[in-house]
């Protein structure tokens, strides 16, 4: 039995976008989605009640982080992630590869695996494909993903042709490490940057080795925007139809949505919920920076269009003055806000793929909201 699959429900006659429907042992989820980020497992200062009551169907969270604090054993011996932190839905982790190659400086990268340095620290630790099959399998996610190596942007054609040769490699040994794939789907992660062919020969490898599904890795890593959607041009269309396409990093609303069109299913980011801990909240209009003086008497809710629950009972000028006061109550009444408003905006790009309408929404969208150029870095 495969653990993940894949239901096309239709594509959008405007764009191309996919209507589609993951199904996971722990519950389906409908896409394009946009997934919460559970660092630590716990999305900061969210319980899985609040992220239930906004119908977000599946988080994310961090191998790496988990590893080394609790530990992947204690999180075993709890029965696994889902009961440890009480959420019985869908769960996907990420490898730590990402981590690896963000939070160390000191690394050195062999064949067998990379050598680096506790972020916390500074201890030696040691991270190989088969290390990072054996946490994710002690954590028991539904979807895991292939230990590989993110390099920087820029890198060199040379560079890059050699990563992705050894990302290959690592893919096939993180298949045969996967201890439960009866009950753990394990998605292959494309390398390539910015580079057509070396995305074509990433793709080509990976695809023979069959996995449920792929993720669209090294993008969101301080490339322009345009190379972002260029990339995914040429690297969706490699991939096969009948499995999810995850893009990873992934979070600001433009990006979401040129995603979608370019045949992306899944996106996760830390950008909603970590400038929703600066006081900062995505908006119908754009961004809005409720920490700012000019919302001291403002008695309006964060976002007029918004109809969750932080709208409808809270002001500008209550949540101003809980977030200058540190006061983690209004950290939690923000993020709840942004993320609620992203898990919404992926219902109303899924509606409009349904109508056959996503070009038109992401016109009238664009045009309200204001371009966004940032590219954040995940963690
Ligand atoms: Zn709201």
């Known amino acids: ?16 976008a996919r209507l589609g429907r993951v199904h996971t042992p722990h519950g389906s989820f409908d896409t394009p989605t946009f997934m919460p980020v559970g660092t630590l497992a716990t999305v900061k200062t969210m319980s899985p009640e609040e992220l239930s009551s906004m119908q977000a169907n599946i988080i994310l969270s961090n ?3 988990l590893w080394l604090r609790p530990g992947e054993d204690i999180i075993e011996e709890a029965g696994g992630l889902h009961k ?49 099959m054996h946490i994710q399998n002690a954590l028991g996610s539904d979807i895991m993903m292939a230990f590989d190596e993110c390099p920087p942007y820029p890198a060199t054609y040379d560079y890059m042709k050699s990563s992705v040769e050894r990302t290959s490699r690592w893919a096939e040994r993180c298949l045969e490490a996967h201890k439960r794939p009866e009950t753990q789907g394990l998605f292959g992660i494309v ?3 910015e580079y057509e062919e070396l995305r074509r020969q990433s793709a080509s490898d990976l695809v023979s080795l069959d996995f449920p599904g792929y993720a669209i890795g090294g993008l969101s890593v301080g490339e322009p925007k345009d190379v972002m959607n260029q990339v ?49 909240c995505m908006t119908s209009n754009g961004r809005l920076v409720v ?26 000028a209550y949540i101003r003055h809980l977030i200058k006061c540190n006061e983690t109550f209004g950290f939690r009444l923000t993020t709840y806000h942004n993320l609620h408003f992203l898990l919404k905006l992926m219902e109303q790009v899924r509606t409009a793929i349904k ?16 371009l966004n150029q940032e590219n954040p870095k995940n963690f």
């Open 291 to 316: 920490r700012n003086a000019k919302y001291a008497r403002d008695f309006s809710p964060i976002d007029e269009n918004c109809d969750c629950h932080v709208c409808k009972n809270y002001t500008r």
């Open 63 to 65: 191998t790496y982080h």
């Open 355 to 370: 109508e056959d309408r996503l070009g038109d929404f992401k016109e009238s969208f664009f045009e309200q909201y204001g």
């Open 232 to 280: 995914l041009e040429f690297t969706t269309p490699l991939l096969p139809a009948n499995k999810p396409r995850y893009l990873m990093g992934v979070g600001s609303p433009d990006a979401l949505i040129d995603g979608a069109i370019r045949g992306v299913d899944m996106f996760d980011c830390v950008l909603p919920t970590r400038i929703a801990r600066n006081g900062t």
């Open 1 to 16: 039995m495969i653990p993940i699959t894949y239901e096309l429900i239709k594509t959008d006659k405007q764009t191309g």
């Open 84 to 132: 440890f932190m009480n959420w019985d839905k869908a769960i996907l982790t990420d490898s730590g590869g990402f981590q690896v190659f963000s939070l160390s400086d000191m690394r050195q990268i062999e064949e067998k695996g990379v050598h680096f340095r506790n972020h916390l620290n500074g201890e030696k630790l040691f991270l190989s494909p088969e290390k990072a």
């Open 191 to 193: 390398q390539g940057g």
